[in-house]
């Protein structure tokens, strides 16, 4: 059904006629080939000449429309039967519009007011009965054909943004709940989804689910206390509850390079920190540097990378 024909309707319905003849106006103009157009004019005006010539039209258009038929039925014979009540309407004889089981006096209110909410819902059979023809589709088969059909091309766009959604809302949950995804693992050193919390606060070497302590050393360790020992080329650090800065901390190997980091923080004060590539055996140490202009020097969290020996 055309808008401006729906909004006519929505219109009467609320009793506003002199809003839904004007959207029926406009409907004339948008679809002046459909009879239904003219038949719903013809039914919210008293004046019986115009009446006529809004169901000649529709009958023009179509000479099978069944409402149109009914009300010059009623027309002719109320020409021909002159002791006919004045005060009668179109609708009260033709049955598409309305059965009018009512009484005259019932007819009288309605016309004191110009326009009937029981007659408006009425008028609406109209539509009803014309689209219940086997040769009509239903106004939402008429709808469903008006929907723009898709390319190819925007179906598979329709389709990425669809996977891109989902993917966006898995990190989010992620972040939220505080856990990794597997297919995410690689590309954020994958042993982080293992990592729970650690037992105590601290410092520790992260290892087959295992924390291996890491001691803290003012200045560079003379002995190997606390310097646990990894066959992790990409080993995992973990502070917790630490009063670390992961801005500042850095990785020496025991040449004096510094090696390049990434560092993650999670909840519960936990960073996690790893080399930004594989390390070669031998001594490593974070630092963290004191602010100037401290003269205290500065700690140390030093652990033990070997190669992995067949055998062990």
């Known amino acids: ?26 409907a004339i103009i948008e679809e002046p080939q459909n009879a239904d157009v003219w038949v719903w004019v013809a039914a919210i005006i008293d004046d019986l000449d115009k009446q006529e010539i ?16 009914r009300g010059m039925a009623y027309l002719k014979k109320r020409k021909r ?19 009018f089981p009512a009484s005259r006096q019932a007819t009288r209110q309605m016309l004191t007011s110009t326009w009937s909410q029981s ?34 091309f925007e179906i598979s766009m329709l389709g990425v943004v ?6 966006i809302g898995l990190l989010v949950a992620s972040a939220l ?6 297919f995410l693992k690689a590309l954020t050193g994958g042993d982080q989804a293992r990592v729970t919390e650690p037992p105590y606060p601290g410092a520790f070497l992260f290892e087959d689910n295992i924390y291996q302590d890491i001691q803290q050393h003012v200045g560079l360790p003379s002995q190997d206390i606390g310097i ?16 670390i800065d992961p801005e500042r901390i850095q990785l020496i190997y025991e040449t004096g390079d510094y090696i390049s980091i990434t560092y993650t923080t999670k909840k519960n004060d936990t960073i ?41």
Request: proline share 12%.
């Open 228 to 243: 646990p020992v990894s066959t992790n080329a990409n080993p995992m650090i973990v502070f917790f509850q630490s009063q």
């Open 54 to 69: 809004f169901l000649e039209k529709a009958l023009e258009i179509d000479p099978n429309n069944i409402p149109a038929q």
């Open 177 to 182: 709940f505080d856990f990794q995804l597997p």
């Open 272 to 312: 996690l920190i790893q080399p930004a590539a594989s390390l070669e055996p031998g001594l490593y140490c974070l630092q963290q540097p004191q602010p100037a202009p401290s003269s205290e020097p500065p700690s140390f969290w030093c652990f033990k990378v070997r190669p992995i020996i067949l055998g062990d």
């Open 119 to 152: 007659s408006v819902d009425t008028l609406e059979s109209i539509a009803t009965e014309e689209d219940t023809r086997p040769e009509k589709k239903t106004p939402q088969r008429k709808s469903l054909q008006k929907l723009p059909k898709l390319t190819p």
């Open 162 to 167: 669809v996977v891109v959604f989902c993917f």
């Open 81 to 99: 039967d002159e002791a006919s009540v004045n005060n009668e309407h179109l609708s009260d004889h033709t049955h598409p519009i309305t059965p």
């Open 1 to 26: 059904m055309a808008f401006s024909l729906q909004q006519g309707i929505n219109a009467a319905k609320a009793g506003r006629t002199q809003e839904a003849l004007k959207f029926l106006k406009d």
